[in-house]
């Protein structure tokens, strides 16, 4: 019912669709960049340090992390893991190349050697590793001429190998390299002084704090041009990627209140018997309802998006927004129908049970072959391990006791509590066993299957007992009808029809509809609340897309939208509008500062307070690793500055964070030297050689030719 009435709400729109989306293939293959044909940029993702890499291949490779991944990974993210891959790989290399550092053929041995020696298929009969058998392995491989051999528990061919021992040299290669490096790093007796004199040594000061906030803001100009002064004169912070800002409305795929008022009353007519006629037998019918169902399973199972659940429920278990409804039926009462989510429901109880809460068996595991955690050592096939199971059933029940047999079960965690295990109905168990714990007396003890093995199962405690109830639901999917899918299509065509000549947010005010912005980058994918929708992103950064062109978009699940480009913005610097955000206060607490310094008169931190109304404040046993002033915050210029003093000298003004400061210096404590600086030396050493190798890589990417032109060929 639901599938097929689903199928036809869409055609029209599926017909439409489709036969655009061929009109726009066939027409944009016409235009098409003859690059395209010729080989050149299309084929090539990126070119690293004159290196490129290509399209199909890396296309390959992004299949294949997918297929790997089970598709937990949208195409996009995919794309980022390789290319970030690829980048590494070949920055990597290129630095190799230059040092002239390789994996020669009696290295690659042993490295083969380290990697396979515990394969059974390169030792000898004393289990040592045979290298006749490694290279005898590998010839076979290839004269398989692509054919596959088993290794292990995996199967391989030539090429994986290959692959294979390229990847071992490579990852060689690359631990010889940051071995190198962090050899080369040390820490000098000076260093680890600095770095323990930095805890060590206190200074008390006393200090008066003008803050910036003493001048409204009112008072202090900041023009463009000294914006733009300051965005070059920190080009490395208001760098920028390309962008483009889009504005979007909606048009939702969504069930009118008539729909949901269809999906209600069909759900009614369910319940009562039909008189059909039947073609074939030239004579009328009576259809089964809900009322009268022989096959309670069959009939659910045949009108409802949600298959029948044989389970007696707990009231834990039943639909929060019925469940006290549903509590206070008798068998055969029926509920609904009523919204639960995204469905309807109409609920009817089949039966009423008391059932415990908790159980406690126990059980000996027979596991068989492919089944769940089944590790080498199992070598029964189900039909043996059923065969065994059963022979275990019939010597308890002929006599031999339960304990006598743990040892045959496979689950070690339960026979260390002499096969017991103890649970309530929430627990994760195999679904079949716990349907015999839960469904069956104390006692009772049988054979049962589950995706483990088989499991004899002996019920040894039940507790808690409630009322349960096994229900009947027929739900159906709240989706909207034809006529609501081709009102949303006309809606939307009339608002991109008349965003032709009139204002895009005039229009959406007078449309009720709410317009969304929106910016991304030329690699980005996702739009908020809608998932990845990586055409918007192309379109919008297509070179014949201009400001104001604007366009709808099918969102799978969704409906559509009508997208808008509303500016283009190119990679560099900036601009003094969007800069500002960040670079406008800075500038103007510069110019603050300025103002404060020139009305401070007085030459000590008393003086100085008084004139300007303050009081002057304290802070003691301030350290240079911790830059937090007592009563200011984190001040790292005025901490600095007070340990450039010496005890009892009074700095100049120092523009801080939150104003202008005034330091005193009232005590210094020392530091006492310590006879060996072993110690830290050797933390000092450690910690900076954990960081070289991520510091090594991003030196050797940020000095690397990149020229990527991903967005144009594979995002």
Do not use: C
Request: net charge negative; aromatic share 8%; charged share 25%.
């Amino acid at each position: 019912m639901a599938v097929l009435n689903k199928i036809r709400q869409r055609s029209l729109i599926l017909i439409f669709v489709i036969a655009m989306a061929l009109f726009a293939f066939v027409i944009g293959d016409l235009f098409k960049n003859s690059s395209a044909f010729s080989g050149g940029s299309q084929d090539v993702v990126a070119t690293i340090n004159g290196q490129d890499i290509n399209r199909l291949d890396f296309q390959q490779k992004v299949k294949n992390y997918q297929d790997g991944s089970g598709g937990r990974q949208t195409s996009t993210q995919a794309m980022n893991t390789i290319y970030s891959q690829e980048l590494r790989k070949i920055v990597l290399q290129s630095e190799f190349d230059k040092l002239g550092l390789s994996v020669e053929k009696d290295e690659m041995r042993d490295l083969l050697k380290n990697s396979f020696s515990s394969y059974p298929e390169f030792q000898d009969e004393n289990g040592s590793f045979d290298v006749n058998r490694l290279n005898a392995f590998i010839s076979n491989l290839q004269d398989l001429n692509g054919g596959a051999a088993p290794l292990g528990n995996f199967m391989v061919n030539f090429d994986s190998w290959v692959n294979n021992e390229q990847s071992i040299a490579a990852n060689s290669i690359q631990q010889s390299y940051y071995n190198m490096i962090k050899a080369g790093i040390s820490t000098t007796i000076s260093e680890a002084e600095n770095d323990y004199f930095g805890d060590a040594k206190t200074v008390d000061v006393r200090y008066v704090q003008i803050p910036y906030t003493t001048i409204a803001d009112s008072l202090v100009q900041v023009s463009k041009s000294d914006i733009q002064a300051y965005i070059n004169e920190h080009k490395d912070t208001y760098e920028t990627e390309a962008t483009r800002e889009v504005v979007y409305v909606e048009f939702k795929e969504e069930a009118s209140k008539a729909d949901e008022d269809a999906i209600k009353a069909g759900l009614l007519e369910l319940k009562a018997d039909k008189i059909e006629y039947n073609e074939s037998s030239k004579n009328e019918e009576t259809i089964q309802g809900f009322d009268n169902a022989s096959n309670i399973e069959e009939f659910v199972n045949t009108n409802s998006d949600i298959k029948y659940n044989d389970s007696f429920l707990r009231a834990a278990e039943l639909p929060s927004v019925a469940k006290d409804t549903l509590l206070k039926l008798n068998v055969g009462d029926y509920y609904g129908p009523y919204k639960d989510g995204e469905y309807y429901k109409l609920s009817k109880i089949v039966a009423k049970q008391e059932l415990p809460d908790s159980v406690k068996v126990r059980h000996i595991l027979i596991p068989n072959i492919g089944g769940q955690r089944a590790d080498a050592s199992v070598t029964k096939t189900p039909e043996e391990a059923k065969k065994t199971a059963d022979s275990i059933l019939a010597a308890i029940k002929g006599g031999t006791k339960f304990m006598d047999l743990l040892e045959l079960s496979s689950d070690k965690v339960s026979n260390e509590q002499d096969g017991e295990i103890e649970f309530d109905y929430r627990a994760g168990m195999a679904p079949e066993f716990k349907a015999y714990a839960f469904d069956n007396k104390v006692g009772d003890i049988d054979v049962v299957q589950t995706s483990f093995g088989y499991h004899i199962i002996e019920v040894l405690e039940q507790k808690s007992y409630n009322n349960t109830l096994k229900i009947a639901t027929i739900a159906d999917k709240i989706e909207p009808s034809d006529e609501t899918l081709q009102a949303v299509f006309n809606k939307m065509s009339k608002f991109e029809i008349a965003a032709k000549d009139g204002d895009f947010n005039e229009l959406a005010k007078e449309k009720e509809l709410t317009v969304k912005p929106i910016s991304f980058k030329a690699l980005d994918e996702n739009i908020p609340g809608l998932g990845s929708q990586r055409e918007v992103v192309r379109w919008a950064f297509n070179e014949d897309t201009e400001t104001g062109d604007y366009k709808n978009f099918a969102i799978s699940n969704f409906g559509f939208i009508v997208a808008k480009v509303v500016e283009k913005k190119d990679k560099g610097l900036m601009s003094t509008e969007d800069a500002s955000i960040t670079a406008l206060p800075i500038i103007r607490n510069e110019k603050k500062a300025k103002l404060i310094r020139d009305k401070i008169t007085g030459t000590s931190v008393a003086d100085i307070a008084k004139n300007q109304g303050l009081s002057p404040k304290s802070a003691a046993a301030i350290t240079l690793k911790n830059t937090t002033l007592s009563g200011a915050g984190v001040e790292p210029k005025v901490v600095g500055a007070a340990f450039g003093l010496e005890q009892g000298a009074t700095s100049k003004p120092i523009d801080g964070e939150k104003g202008v400061y005034v330091v005193e210096v009232t005590k210094i404590t020392e530091a006492t030297k310590l006879d060996n600086y072993s110690a830290i030396m050797n933390r000092l050493n450690n910690e900076r050689r954990a960081a070289a190798q991520t510091s090594v890589y991003k030196a050797l990417e940020n000095a690397a030719e990149i020229e990527d032109n991903r967005a144009k060929t594979v995002y």
